[in-house]
């Protein structure tokens, strides 16, 4: 094998030249420097070598302008281009030029180096073709062949098990993209292709930063593709090497995938394949996940056959490896196993076999981090629970009925008036990441509490009433607030809570500062001795209780599990005096009403009935029946309305003292006052009506005759 190697830096071209010796002994390399000759010209032979091995930067020339020319030339071999990391635009440039390949310089090492080569010089060094080369040989064959309207597919740079990757680009532009094609033997798969479309499909419906777009999809001849973004900055594999990550940067890259985890779980979509190969970076950091081969949509029927295990063995979910039904917690489960090998550089389990690796899973205690990473081990332990009902949360305070805090807290950049507010927050509340959701409390501004928290630094939530009390129509977020005096550090504001009442359904919203429960140890230098416990679940309470009287006695069986019940029972304990009181003003309310009505009817029947004269010397007269009604009724009337009129205005009055006993109703109900009313002037239409009516019947002689 003989090889011209163009290049301006003695060291790579030494590099290069140990690593080609290393595999081919008897090779013969020839260095040609760009900083001393200029292009090789037609007087310059060409044909005698096997392969050029050309780099992008010369010194003082384009790498790709003499790739153009060289590639003119009849007598070119194979050209090798060696590219920057990261900048795959000239990858593809490079390939259009007619390079036959190219490697990432900063990235080159000896088994890619040899790889390209091989592929590159198959015919003329190779007697026998390994199993490898001829696929890769295939890949190359087939890529030249596929036609993509407006795409131009490059050079094959990945084989999996269901495709095989293509670097592509547009044809009007030199943008970098993916091109995805199908394995033969998954194309005559019928339940294959129904997973590679689903896959489409529920890509194309996630429409997040946080997932790989799909630029389109489509058939040539037998061949079943997709085009998608091309992501510059790698994979997560290549971003670990083997080697652990900083805390901060393992921390922000696990809050990212949280971020695209929420996305497609919140489209009902189980990725099931969580693993540092499927997760990319673009060119700004950003990552994404890609290969939804094996995703599953919640909500759609399961094209896994019962007992078919799915998955990567390294990151599957106890559940995965028995081959269970599964929910969107076991991309949780593969995320905490994630982090694991982010922060330690390991992996979590090992083992001679997939299946051993995969078993470890089920019965293997993941093993604890390293001491320095002590802060990190309850969130991973949180991540691999998988508790038996939807949720399980702790906090300190329970609404609503909690006795007033009253604490000074120092509030950043605020100096309180003469008349107040003053820096003082009527309720402390400590929770851990997920209480609030449990109890459906939202936020309205900025972000929840968030596992990746517990490690990072201090965080605070406040309700709407502190807001609207310290920072009025400015936006709390970014500032701070310091609990408990100077030797507590500064904390920063990241989320405003809703409004919940805590010292009573009765009670003025009070300001309410939030704490998350697993950072105050470390931040705060204390904890909380007695905590609620906060279980998210759609099982009645009677049907657990057991289970939790097990799991807490299993920690300790002096500890005492106190008033289990449901929130509900809480709210209701909540009111039950006021209810009462409310119940007893309502019988004596109705007592009232009835009492009215009765007295009401009572008196202005009697005046009608000694009306019984007037009403005999009007009929005698000769005044109609109905004429004779209408009168007695309307004065009847304004009797009844003087009354009622009185009556609102008093009990308008006296509101205040009613609106503390009433709850989802206000004191001035629209509905409450013109039923009461209406009552009142039916008593009265019916008691002028009756006896008038009487009157009306009798012979008007016989009236006056009595008289």
């Not at 009925?401 to 003469?418: Q, S």
């Amino acid at each position: 094998m003989r090889i011209l190697l163009i290049d301006d830096d003695e060291d790579l071209r030494n590099l290069v030249s140990r690593y080609i010796r290393g595999h081919w002994p008897d090779a013969q390399i020839d260095g040609y420097d760009p900083l001393e000759r200029d292009m090789p010209s037609a007087a310059f032979p060409l044909r005698p070598y096997d392969v050029i091995v050309l780099d992008y930067m010369l010194g003082r020339g384009d790498g790709l302008e003499w790739l153009k020319a060289l590639k003119q030339r009849d007598d070119c071999p194979k050209i090798l281009f060696l590219t920057g990391a990261g900048n795959e635009i000239i990858a593809v440039r490079a390939m259009k030029a007619g390079a036959d390949d190219y490697q990432r310089k900063q990235e080159l090492t000896r088994e890619k180096l040899i790889t390209s080569l091989r592929d590159l010089t198959a015919t003329a060094v190779e007697r026998t073709v390994s199993p490898d080369l001829a696929a890769r040989m295939e890949g190359h064959s087939l890529g030249a062949k596929l036609r993509i309207p407006g795409i131009t597919v490059l050079h094959l740079i990945g084989e999996g098990g269901t495709a095989r990757v293509y670097l592509a680009s547009r044809e009007d532009d030199d943008e970098p993209l993916v091109v995805k094609i199908l394995r033969q033997e998954i194309v005559l798969n019928r339940k294959a292709m129904e997973r590679f479309m689903e896959e489409y499909t529920m890509v194309e419906r996630i429409q997040s930063r946080h997932v790989a777009r799909i630029l389109g999809h489509g058939k040539h001849e037998n061949n079943i593709y997709l085009v998608m973004e091309f992501f510059e900055g790698g994979d997560l594999a290549k971003r670990l090497g083997a080697k652990a990550m900083p805390p901060g940067e393992a921390l922000q890259l696990f809050r990212e995938l949280m971020f695209a985890l929420g996305d497609i779980h919140e489209k009902g979509i189980l990725h099931r394949d969580l693993k540092p190969q499927n997760l990319m970076f673009r060119r700004d950091g950003t990552l994404a996940i890609v290969d939804f081969g094996i995703a599953k949509n919640i909500a759609a029927a399961d094209r896994t056959g019962a007992g078919e295990v799915l998955g990567t063995p390294r990151y599957m979910s106890p559940e995965q490896v028995q081959g269970r039904a599964l929910d969107l917690r076991t991309d949780i489960y593969s995320a905490g196993v994630l982090l694991y090998q982010m922060l330690t550089g390991k992996h979590m389990f090992d083992g001679e076999t997939a299946m051993e690796v995969a078993m470890h899973h089920l019965n293997t205690q993941a093993p604890p981090l390293p001491a320095h990473l002590e802060p990190y081990q309850r969130l991973l332990e949180k991540l691999r629970a998988v508790p038996g009902v939807q949720g399980a949360s702790a906090m300190s305070g329970l609404p609503p009925d909690r006795p007033l805090n009253a604490n000074d807290t120092d509030i950043g950049n605020y100096t309180a008036p003469p008349e107040g507010p003053f820096e003082n927050v009527d309720y402390y509340q400590a929770v851990t990441v997920g209480s609030l959701e449990a109890l459906g409390v939202p936020i309205v501004d900025g972000r929840s509490f968030e596992l990746t928290d517990e490690a990072g630094g201090p965080v605070v939530l406040i309700n709407q009433t502190m807001a609207k009390t310290f920072w009025k129509n400015e936006s709390p977020i970014g500032h701070r607030v310091r609990p408990g005096g100077p030797n507590t550090p500064w904390m920063t504001i990241v989320g405003v809570v809703r409004d919940v009442k805590q010292g009573g359904l009765d009670a003025k919203t009070g300001t309410e500062l939030f704490f998350n429960l697993e950072q105050l140890p470390r931040v705060g230098g204390f904890a909380y001795s007695q905590m609620n416990i906060v279980l998210k679940t759609t099982l009645p309470v009677a049907s657990i209780s057991s289970q939790v009287q097990r799991k807490v006695a299993s920690m300790d069986p002096a500890l005492p599990v106190i008033k289990l019940q449901t929130m509900d029972d809480v709210f209701s304990e909540s009111t039950a005096r006021p209810r009462f009181l409310a119940q007893l003003l309502g019988g004596f309310a109705l007592l009232a009403l009835v009492l009215a009505a009765v007295g009401t009817y009572g008196i202005l029947s009697y005046l009608v009935t000694e009306r019984r004269r007037e009403i005999g010397i009007r009929m005698a007269l000769g005044a109609n029946r109905g004429s004779v009604l209408g009168m007695v009724m309307g004065q009847g009337l304004i009797l009844a309305v003087a009354g009622v009129v009185i009556g609102v205005l008093g009990a308008l009055g006296v509101n205040r003292v009613m609106s503390t006993l009433l709850f989802g109703i206000e004191p001035t109900d629209p509905a409450t006052i013109a039923g009461v009313v209406g009552a009142i002037a039916g008593v009265a239409l019916l008691a002028c009506y009756v006896p008038a009516r009487r009157a009306t019947l009798v012979d008007p002689m016989l009236v006056l005759r009595d008289e």
